[in-house]
C-alpha cells in the first residue's frame, strides 16, 4: 500500500490525475495509513469514553441527588412542610429549569470562556458541562420513575417501622431503577453522541483528531464517514449492551 500511495504522489506531483478509484484509495491512506493517523483515531475513542463515563457518573449523582431533594418536597404531607426542604427544592427546580432551556452549545461555551476561562484542560472542562447538562435530564428521568412507584409501596415501608431514606433505598428505589433503566440507557447514548461538541472549546476527543487530520490532507470526506461509523459502532455497542442487560433483569424477576 505504501508503494502504491507513493507512485500516486509522484503521479500528482508531475501534474497527473487520478482516476476514481485512485483518488480514493489517496485519499484513504492520507486519512487512516499514513504516519499511523489510526491511532490518532482510537486515542479519540479513548478520550470520548472517557468523557462520557465522567459525565455519566456526575449526570447520575447529581441527578439521583436532584430527583430525591423534588421527591422528598413533593411528598411531605399537608401542614408538615420544612421550609429548609423547600429551599433545596426551589434550587432544583432552579437548575433544571436552567439547564434544560438553554443549549449545550451555550453551556459549554460559557464554561471554557467565563467560568473556567483560565483552565486549559478543556477535555475536562467539557467532561463538567456535559455531567451538569446530563444531570438536569437525569433527575427527571429518576423523579418520573420513583413518582410512579406505587404510594402503598411507601406507606407499607413506614408501617412496618422503616424511617422515609431506609424505606426509598430498600423499597422504592430499587423498583424505579428497573422502570427507568431504558430511559437511562438513551440518556448514556445521546451523552456519548454529545462528547463531540466539546472539540469546539478544544476537548481533544474523537472529532478533534478528525479534524487535526482534516486540517494536514485538506480532505474531509473520508475522516468525517469514519468518525460517524465509529459512533455509529459504539451505540450499536452499547445498545446491545443495555438490551441484554434489561433481558437479564426481566428473567430475574420472574
Given at each position: 500500500?505504501?508503494?502504491?500511495?507513493?507512485?500516486?504522489?509522484?503521479?500528482?506531483?508531475?501534474?497527473?490525475?487520478l482516476d476514481m478509484g485512485q483518488e480514493l484509495f489517496y485519499k484513504f491512506y492520507q486519512a487512516f495509513v499514513l504516519k499511523d493517523r489510526w491511532l490518532q483515531y482510537i486515542g479519540g475513542v479513548g478520550t470520548t469514553?472517557?468523557?462520557?463515563?465522567?459525565?455519566?457518573?456526575?449526570?447520575?449523582?447529581?441527578?439521583?441527588v436532584v430527583a430525591l431533594v423534588r421527591v422528598a418536597h413533593d411528598q411531605q404531607r399537608p401542614g408538615r412542610s420544612n421550609p429548609v426542604l423547600g429551599v433545596f427544592n426551589a434550587v432544583c427546580q432552579v437548575y433544571?429549569?436552567?439547564?434544560?432551556?438553554?443549549?449545550?452549545?451555550?453551556?459549554?461555551?460559557?464554561?471554557?470562556?467565563?467560568?473556567?476561562?483560565?483552565?486549559?484542560?478543556?477535555?475536562?472542562?467539557?467532561?463538567?458541562?456535559?455531567?451538569?447538562?446530563?444531570?438536569?435530564?437525569?433527575?427527571?428521568?429518576?423523579?418520573?420513575?420513583?413518582?410512579?412507584?406505587?404510594?402503598?409501596?411507601?406507606?407499607?415501608?413506614?408501617?412496618?417501622?422503616?424511617?422515609?431514606?431506609?424505606?426509598?433505598?430498600?423499597?422504592?428505589?430499587?423498583?424505579?431503577?428497573?422502570?427507568?433503566?431504558?430511559?437511562?440507557?438513551?440518556?448514556?447514548?445521546?451523552?456519548?453522541?454529545?462528547?463531540?461538541?466539546?472539540?469546539?472549546?478544544?476537548?481533544?476527543?474523537?472529532?478533534?483528531?478528525?479534524?487535526?487530520?482534516?486540517?494536514?490532507?485538506?480532505?474531509?470526506?473520508?475522516?468525517?464517514?469514519?468518525?460517524?461509523?465509529?459512533?455509529?459502532?459504539?451505540?450499536?455497542?452499547?445498545?446491545?449492551?443495555?438490551?441484554?442487560?434489561?433481558?437479564?433483569?426481566?428473567?430475574?424477576?420472574?
Amino acid at each position: 500500500m505504501a508503494a502504491q500511495y507513493e507512485l500516486l504522489s509522484q503521479l500528482l506531483k508531475s501534474g497527473g490525475r487520478l482516476d476514481m478509484g485512485q483518488e480514493l484509495f489517496y485519499k484513504f491512506y492520507q486519512a487512516f495509513v499514513l504516519k499511523d493517523r489510526w491511532l490518532q483515531y482510537i486515542g479519540g475513542v479513548g478520550t470520548t469514553l472517557l468523557v462520557t463515563a465522567i459525565a455519566l457518573a456526575m449526570g447520575v449523582l447529581l441527578g439521583s441527588v436532584v430527583a430525591l431533594v423534588r421527591v422528598a418536597h413533593d411528598q411531605q404531607r399537608p401542614g408538615r412542610s420544612n421550609p429548609v426542604l423547600g429551599v433545596f427544592n426551589a434550587v432544583c427546580q432552579v437548575y433544571t429549569t436552567v439547564i434544560r432551556g438553554t443549549p449545550m452549545m451555550v453551556q459549554l461555551l460559557i464554561m471554557s470562556m467565563v467560568i473556567f476561562n483560565n483552565s486549559r484542560n478543556f477535555t475536562m472542562v467539557g467532561a463538567l458541562a456535559l455531567g451538569i447538562n446530563s444531570g438536569a435530564y437525569v433527575s427527571e428521568i429518576i423523579r418520573g420513575g420513583l413518582m410512579a412507584v406505587d404510594p402503598g409501596q411507601m406507606e407499607a415501608g413506614r408501617s412496618l417501622g422503616l424511617n422515609y431514606i431506609t424505606t426509598m433505598v430498600v423499597i422504592i428505589i430499587p423498583q424505579a431503577i428497573r422502570a427507568v433503566l431504558p430511559a437511562l440507557g438513551n440518556e448514556f447514548i445521546m451523552l456519548l453522541k454529545d462528547t463531540s461538541l466539546i472539540t469546539v472549546i478544544g476537548g481533544k476527543e474523537l472529532l478533534y483528531a478528525a479534524q487535526g487530520i482534516m486540517n494536514r490532507t485538506y480532505e474531509a470526506m473520508f475522516p468525517l464517514f469514519g468518525v460517524a461509523l465509529i459512533y455509529l459502532v459504539l451505540v450499536m455497542l452499547f445498545t446491545w449492551l443495555l438490551a441484554k442487560f434489561e433481558r437479564r433483569l426481566a428473567q430475574s424477576d420472574r
